[in-house]
């Protein structure tokens, strides 16, 4: 049932001297590939011998990240194995999300576009398992319809881990033991604790890999202008050493907060296509695994305002911000957000901040309790997510360092000031 209007007596009321916002653009590698489809292409005529799959049914994965130019890179993707004779599928293959359902994974893998009409292949989705390997005594696992398949293809950015750090994070290697593991899967190798998984994953990739008829691993990473800077075809033999170099050039070219320090952070909208907490602690610092190797400006309040509807209703990682909207709350999923935390053993993840009614009220309270904080000399960044920080607003109090810092920041316009409208929501 949703939470109705909560009665707050704020000092002073809703409205604070709030300084004026500049908008500003954050410089960043730019990285690019240029045209997906001559990128893959490229990248799959590099491949040592050309993959034999004539006559056989590939299973392609499809993760609960959003991937830029997604649709047109899967259509290459399968159009390339149709050419060579094969008869591909595509399955969910991440752990968890969706609600631990094969209903809610394909509803997510519709959410991105990727449809049955609009790949032309069949899309198959189920949490039944199969006991594939073994890493010493923990038992390892595949998505039925993959491993009933005459072969693989494992599809997944390789990027920071929302959780912890290591040479080993979010990528290919993770896609084959927690993605492809599904609901079970993931939750047998998640009781290994996160601080363990920069050790142990590579090894379990290593497992799945002798017994899973892996055909090639395509790796991609994400630059900070949302758009893919690598596009990578990898022999099974050679993902996991080449995940680990790949993992170093996503940490170049992603995106980062880079000015000193931040009194409040404002986040527009935050979900599971986003980053795997929401908003990514790469770049805000705050993990509730609680893990260390965060590195980010300090910041001390964080509010968010929204949820994205690709992430229906899984707010994951609400837990490490100070003040969510009503409006927030009254979307989140909780089943959804409860199966998610589970089974990654991080109920930190899911603490309920404190609940405002409006968006000019979750700004203004995260700016009165910031402590001996002057409103008007407030440092106040606001992005749209912890993905698209290109593009930003920073307070005026900042002008001094955008101007020292020309390498990093440029002014994109006039400063204004923060506007909302008769229901308390931010104008523009």
Known sequence: M???????????????????????????????????KAALAATLAALPKRPDVAGKRIAITAGSRGIPDGVALYRALIDQLKAWGAKPFVFPAMGSHGGGTAEGQLEMVRG???????????????????????????????????HSADGIVVVNKIKPHTSYKGDYESGLCKMMIIGMG??????????????????????????????????????LVENAYDGLAVIEAIPPEKIVAREKELLVTAKD??????????????????????????????????????????????ITRVALLDITEESHGNATGLGVADMITLRMFNKIDLGATYTNTITSRNTDATRIPMILNDDRQAI??????????DPAKARIVRIVNTK?????????????????????????????????DATGALIG
Not at 117 to 140: F, H, N, Q, R
Not at 259 to 279: C, P, Q
Not at 364 to 373: E, H
């Open 364 to 373: 203004t309270v995260a700016v009165q309790t910031c402590l001996g904080l």
């Open 388 to 420: 698209k920080l290109h593009k930003i607003w920073m307070s005026e109090p900042y002008r001094d360092e955008i101007e020292a810092h020309p390498d990093r920041f440029a002014v994109l316009g006039e400063a204004k000031p923060f506007s909302f």
């Open 253 to 298: 070219v992603m995106g980062k907060l880079l000015m000193s320090a931040i009194d409040v952070l404002v986040v527009d909208e935050v979900g599971k296509n986003i980053s795997g907490t929401g908003m990514d602690p790469t770049v805000t610092g705050r993990a509730a695994s609680r893990l260390p190797g965060f590195v980010a400006p300090p």
């Open 182 to 219: 599904k609901h079970h899967g993931a939750t047998v190798f998640h009781s290994l604790g996160f601080a363990r998984f920069a050790e142990m994953m590579p090894k379990a990739a290593a497992e799945q890999l002798k017994v899973l008829p892996v055909v090639f691993g395509l790796g």
């Open 112 to 146: 991105y576009g990727l449809t049955e009409e609009a790949l032309g292949v069949p899309i198959l989705s189920s949490m039944e398992v199969v006991e594939s390997s073994k890493l010493g005594d923990i038992p390892l696992y595949c998505d039925k319809n993959a």
């Open 2 to 36: 949703p939470l109705d209007a909560i009665k707050i007596a704020l000092p002073g009321g809703d409205t604070l001297p709030l300084p004026p916002m500049i908008p500003v653009e954050q410089r960043f590698p730019s990285d690019a590939v240029g045209d997906v």
